[in-house]
Every structure is written in structure tokens, then in C-alpha cells.
């Protein structure tokens, strides 16, 4: 239990405190096509500053550092139970450490007893699958942003957004409209249609599990992410919803299985301070590879 | 850029206009969500605590201990402003604040504070957790802490060149109101 206890401490470091290259591989491109000496411009100048610090100093990259969701693939006889008590473990010595703020609240009486554990703190998330590897891929969430995520019920009459692809783009592009400035963009969308209220939110959370620069497998999908994309950054919003070209930099679409008198589509929206990381384990709960 | 330096008298908010480029050096408290509610609902401010011709800053910081027992910000970006738009005019009135510090802006009801009492919304980088941080040169103290937990408590801090814009002034101009008008005719061409 020990390695795999150090091996998710250093998970969570290096969440926190490090950009995956694929989101920093996109600032940088938003970076260079803002217009210069805008204060949408020195707005990521400070952001790629901010990067370059955290990652220097070891330290979170937000302060906020959010919700802690753990998503664990794993094999069949994989203990689950073991598994949650370290990664509870796990965060409570990685708070000690400033690695992550003490940022888990009671709901009923505010209080905050400073170790990010608690009911459904942290979540995990456990998929069996058949290969003898365990996967670990970690998610900070910040609460920022997932304030501005959105539900929708389809159909919309305000938003003449009918049950089909051209209303669910309507009605993501009008999160990205209410989203703005209040979300730290430019941000990144995972989407679900379809589902139930509850996995459509669940669905639409692990589309940001995906790489920024991988593609939809399904060629309706993948259309409407880079509709979206090329829309939203003719907006005008910006980093910051300072004005501005960068609006998002990426969206991630799964479909779910429905049942006929409903059509959700959920948003969840992640800041630009995109913090995920991911390890294959070996046997002994040792990192043998890093995901993003 | 304008260096904004304390004392933050009325004239130089008064003379600070949308879209400017600050570097704040003074003092700023911080005060979020349990804060805003407890001085909403009559709460006095802790002994110490001075928000006269004062900045507020919307943020929950991440503090330790070091080993010599000294609090060290090792975090400190704004949060989310819009949920303290019920408190916020009322705040600026009653406690004579000439700056509030936070990001993603405020609405009518501040701005009219804002215009009224000269008081003006900065809009810091959010999630620059780590750049501020390096803005913060001392922790002074910390109130509340017990009641309201870290990330919530009134926090004291020296800043030096803490860079933050303009996006609500003292005349009435709200960059996002601005940009949220821009967008939304944007948005109604391309559905
Ligand atoms: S939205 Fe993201 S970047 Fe902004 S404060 Fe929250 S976690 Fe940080």
C-alpha cells in the first residue's frame, strides 16, 4: 500500500501543479493569435506565467483546487475497497502539503475540517475492465467553472432549440454565452445528449477526459465539436470574457442512450487552468507511465 | 499600465476608467461567501480589520504554516464575484471600500454602488494563482478563521504590483456589460 499511496500523492502533485500538454499546447496557440497589446493578450501572458511558476515551485496551478474525481480503470478481482481507503489517504497527506487546498465543506454545518475528505469527497469512480492493467486518471475540478455548467431539456422555446443536432448546438452555444467571464476561459466543453439527468452530467464530465487534440470517432460528433469550437471564438468573449478571440479551446461530445419523452444535453465547462493527469500502475502500485 | 498605490484615495479611483491596466501595492483583505453573508446580515468586522478607503479581494487562498509557524501564501487567485452581488453594493456604502477585487464581474446593482460611493471593480486574472501569489509579500493576519475555515476567513495581505484591469469604473461603464451585449447580437447572427 505504501507505493501505491506515494505513487497517487505524486498523481495529485503533479495534477495540481502541472498543465497537460495538450491544454498547454493550446493556450500557447491562443496566446499567439490574440491581438497584441490587448488585455486579453496580457491576460495569458499571465496565465503562461502562472503555468511556468506552478510548475516550478510545485505548487497548485489555481488555488482553487476543486473537486477531486478519481476515475480508476481496473481488473476484474481488483480491490476497490483498498483502493478508496489510500486515495483517501493520499489526499489528506497531499492537503498537508499545500499540494491541494483545504477546500471540502460540510453542506449542512460549513465547516471545513481541513483534510478534502468527507461523503462523496473524494469521488471515485471505478471501471472493471479486462486487461490485468490498473489505470488512473485524475480530474481537480474547479468550482468556478462548474458553477457555469448548464442542463438542458430539450425542446427550448426560448432558444427555438428542437430535440436534434442543430439544437443541441444551440443550446451549448448559449452556456458558452451565459459562461462568460464567470468560467475563467478560455475554457474547455464536455458534453453529453441524451442520458438520464444524473449520467448525462456524468457522461458530459468524462468527455474531458479526452485529449484536446484527439477526434470524435463519430463523424456527426466530431462536426458539431468543431462547429462549436469556430463559432464560439467569433463571439468576441475572450480570455476572461475580457473581449477577445480565444473563447474555448476545445469541445468534447458523447451521445448516451435516452428514453423517448426525455432529451438532456449537459454541459460541464473546465476553466483554462485544465488540471487532469493520469498513471498506469505496475503490480506494486508503482507509476509506470503518465497519461497526458 | 498605472500603478495604483495606497492610500487608495477617491480621486485616483475616480480616475481609473474601464479596460485600464493596474499594479496594485498596499494592503487588500480578502473576504468571500461566509464574509460577505455575515457583514450582509449585521456581522461587525474583527477588531483589526479596516476597510476604509480599502480594497476587498474575492479570494480563498491556500496559506500553510512554515516551520517557524509563519503563515505563507502559497495561492491566491480571485473567485468568482457574481454570488456576492446581493452584499456587495451594501458592503461598499457602509464600509467605504474604493476597490473590489474578484473576476467575471458584478452587476447593476455594484456598479451603481461603484458610481455612487467611487468605488471601482478590478478584474485579476482567474486561476493565476501562483503570479498573484508572488504579488503577496506578507501575510499580515487572519480573522475568522475558526468560524469560517481557511479559504473563507478575512486574510491580510501586503501586496506589490498585484496586476489587475479595470472592468467596472466609478461612471457607470461595465466592460461586461459590453461584451456580454457584443456577444449576444454575435451569437444571435451565427444560430
Ligand atoms: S474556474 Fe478554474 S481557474 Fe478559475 S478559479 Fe476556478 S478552478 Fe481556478
Same mark, same amino acid.
Given at each position: 500500500?505504501?507505493?501505491?499511496?506515494?505513487?497517487?500523492?505524486?498523481?495529485?502533485?503533479r495534477?495540481s501543479a502541472e498543465i497537460p500538454d495538450?491544454v498547454q499546447a493550446?493556450l500557447l496557440?491562443?496566446l *499567439?493569435?490574440?491581438?497584441?497589446?490587448?488585455?486579453?493578450?496580457?491576460a495569458l501572458q499571465i496565465v503562461q506565467r502562472n503555468i511556468e511558476l506552478a510548475k516550478q515551485k510545485s505548487q497548485p496551478i489555481c488555488?482553487? &483546487?476543486? $473537486?477531486?474525481?478519481?476515475?480508476?480503470? %481496473?481488473?476484474?478481482?481488483?480491490?476497490?475497497?483498498?483502493?478508496?481507503?489510500?486515495?483517501?489517504?493520499?489526499?489528506?497527506?497531499?492537503?498537508?502539503?499545500?499540494?491541494?487546498?483545504?477546500? $471540502? @465543506? /460540510?453542506?449542512?454545518?460549513?465547516?471545513?475540517?481541513?483534510?478534502? @475528505?468527507?461523503?462523496?469527497?473524494?469521488?471515485?469512480?471505478?471501471?472493471?475492465?479486462? $486487461?490485468? *492493467?490498473?489505470?488512473?486518471?485524475?480530474?481537480?475540478?474547479?468550482?468556478?467553472?462548474?458553477?457555469?455548467?448548464?442542463?438542458?431539456?430539450?425542446?427550448?422555446?426560448?432558444?427555438?432549440?428542437?430535440?436534434?443536432?442543430?439544437?443541441?448546438?444551440?443550446?451549448?452555444?448559449?452556456?458558452?454565452?451565459?459562461?462568460?467571464?464567470?468560467?475563467?476561459?478560455?475554457?474547455?466543453?464536455?458534453?453529453?445528449?441524451?442520458?438520464?439527468?444524473?449520467?448525462?452530467?456524468?457522461?458530459?464530465?468524462?468527455?474531458?477526459?479526452?485529449?484536446?487534440?484527439?477526434? !470524435?470517432? @463519430?463523424?456527426?460528433? /466530431?462536426?458539431?465539436?468543431?462547429?462549436?469550437?469556430?463559432?464560439?471564438?467569433?463571439?468576441?468573449?475572450?480570455?476572461?470574457?475580457?473581449?477577445?478571440?480565444?473563447?474555448?479551446?476545445?469541445?468534447?461530445?458523447?451521445?448516451? !442512450?435516452?428514453?423517448?419523452?426525455?432529451?438532456?444535453?449537459? @454541459?460541464?465547462?473546465? %476553466?483554462w487552468a485544465?488540471r487532469?493527469?493520469?498513471? &498506469?500502475?505496475?503490480? /506494486?502500485?508503482?507509476?509506470?507511465?503518465?497519461?497526458? | 499600465?498605472?500603478?495604483?498605490?495606497?492610500?487608495?484615495?477617491?480621486?485616483?479611483?475616480?480616475?481609473?476608467?474601464?479596460?485600464?491596466?493596474?499594479?496594485?501595492?498596499?494592503?487588500?483583505?480578502?473576504?468571500?461567501?461566509?464574509?460577505?453573508? #455575515?457583514?450582509?446580515?449585521?456581522?461587525?468586522?474583527?477588531?483589526?480589520?479596516?476597510?476604509?478607503?480599502?480594497?476587498?479581494?474575492?479570494?480563498?487562498?491556500?496559506?500553510?504554516?512554515?516551520?517557524?509557524?509563519?503563515?505563507?501564501?502559497?495561492a491566491?487567485g480571485?473567485?468568482?464575484?457574481?454570488?456576492?452581488?446581493? #452584499?456587495?453594493?451594501?458592503?461598499?456604502?457602509?464600509?467605504?471600500?474604493?476597490?473590489?477585487?474578484?473576476?467575471?464581474?458584478?452587476?447593476?446593482?455594484?456598479?451603481?454602488?461603484?458610481?455612487?460611493?467611487?468605488?471601482? #471593480?478590478?478584474?485579476?486574472v482567474?486561476g493565476a494563482a501562483q503570479v498573484l501569489g508572488e504579488c503577496?509579500?506578507?501575510?499580515?493576519?487572519? #480573522?475568522?478563521?475558526?468560524?469560517?475555515?481557511?479559504?473563507?476567513?478575512?486574510?491580510?495581505?501586503?501586496?506589490?504590483?498585484?496586476p489587475?484591469?479595470?472592468?467596472?469604473?466609478?461612471?457607470?461603464?461595465?466592460?461586461?456589460?459590453?461584451?456580454?451585449?457584443?456577444?449576444?447580437?454575435?451569437?444571435?447572427?451565427?444560430?
Amino acid at each position: 500500500m505504501k507505493q501505491l499511496h506515494d505513487s497517487l500523492v505524486e498523481l495529485i502533485r503533479r495534477a495540481s501543479a502541472e498543465i497537460p500538454d495538450d491544454v498547454q499546447a493550446a493556450l500557447l496557440r491562443s496566446l *499567439e493569435e490574440e491581438k497584441k497589446g490587448t488585455i486579453a493578450e496580457s491576460a495569458l501572458q499571465i496565465v503562461q506565467r502562472n503555468i511556468e511558476l506552478a510548475k516550478q515551485k510545485s505548487q497548485p496551478i489555481c488555488q482553487d &483546487t476543486g $473537486s477531486i474525481l478519481f476515475y480508476v480503470d %481496473c481488473p476484474v478481482g481488483f480491490d476497490e475497497i483498498s483502493f478508496a481507503d489510500t486515495a483517501r489517504e493520499a489526499v489528506k497527506l497531499a492537503t498537508k502539503k499545500g499540494y491541494l487546498r483545504q477546500n $471540502s @465543506v /460540510d453542506s449542512i454545518t460549513g465547516k471545513n475540517d481541513g483534510t478534502n @475528505v468527507g461523503p462523496g469527497a473524494p469521488t471515485l469512480h471505478f471501471h472493471q475492465h479486462r $486487461s490485468p *492493467e490498473v489505470a488512473v486518471r485524475l480530474m481537480l475540478k474547479g468550482g468556478g467553472c462548474e458553477n457555469v455548467g448548464a442542463q438542458y431539456s430539450l425542446p427550448i422555446e426560448r432558444l427555438k432549440a428542437d430535440r436534434d443536432l442543430p439544437g443541441c448546438r444551440k443550446v451549448i452555444l448559449d452556456a458558452v454565452l451565459q459562461a462568460q467571464g464567470k468560467g475563467c476561459g478560455p475554457g474547455v466543453l464536455g458534453v453529453c445528449v441524451g442520458g438520464d439527468r444524473a449520467t448525462s452530467y456524468e457522461f458530459s464530465k468524462q468527455q474531458l477526459l479526452r485529449k484536446l487534440d484527439d477526434r !470524435n470517432p @463519430v463523424p456527426e460528433l /466530431d462536426a458539431l465539436e468543431q462547429d462549436i469550437v469556430n463559432t464560439a471564438n467569433k463571439l468576441g468573449i475572450g480570455p476572461m470574457g475580457f473581449g477577445g478571440k480565444t473563447t474555448l479551446l476545445g469541445v468534447k461530445i458523447g451521445a448516451a !442512450n435516452r428514453v423517448p419523452a426525455s432529451y438532456f444535453v449537459s @454541459v460541464s465547462y473546465m %476553466c483554462w487552468a485544465f488540471r487532469r493527469q493520469g498513471v &498506469t500502475l505496475g503490480a /506494486d502500485g508503482q507509476i509506470e507511465k503518465w497519461l497526458y | 499600465m498605472i500603478s495604483l498605490t495606497a492610500p487608495f484615495t477617491e480621486d485616483k479611483i475616480r480616475a481609473l476608467k474601464v479596460g485600464d491596466e493596474v499594479a496594485i501595492t498596499g494592503v487588500l483583505f480578502t473576504g468571500r461567501d461566509a464574509v460577505h453573508k #455575515y457583514l450582509h446580515e449585521g456581522g461587525a468586522l474583527p477588531p483589526g480589520v479596516d476597510l476604509r478607503n480599502g480594497i476587498l479581494y474575492h479570494c480563498g487562498p491556500v496559506v500553510i504554516k512554515d516551520e517557524q509557524g509563519q503563515w505563507k501564501c502559497v495561492a491566491a487567485g480571485p473567485t468568482t464575484s457574481a454570488r456576492e452581488e446581493p #452584499y456587495q453594493g451594501q458592503i461598499i456604502r457602509q464600509f467605504g471600500l474604493r476597490g473590489v477585487i474578484g473576476k467575471g464581474g458584478m452587476g447593476e446593482r455594484t456598479l451603481a454602488a461603484c458610481q455612487e460611493a467611487g468605488c471601482v #471593480y478590478l478584474h485579476a486574472v482567474g486561476g493565476a494563482a501562483q503570479v498573484l501569489g508572488e504579488c503577496i509579500t506578507k501575510v499580515r493576519n487572519v #480573522y475568522l478563521m475558526d468560524q469560517f475555515g481557511a479559504p473563507e476567513a478575512i486574510w491580510e495581505f501586503e501586496v506589490k504590483a498585484f496586476p489587475a484591469v479595470v472592468t467596472m469604473d466609478s461612471h457607470g461603464k461595465s466592460l461586461h456589460q459590453e461584451v456580454l451585449a457584443a456577444s449576444q447580437a454575435e451569437l444571435a447572427k451565427l444560430v
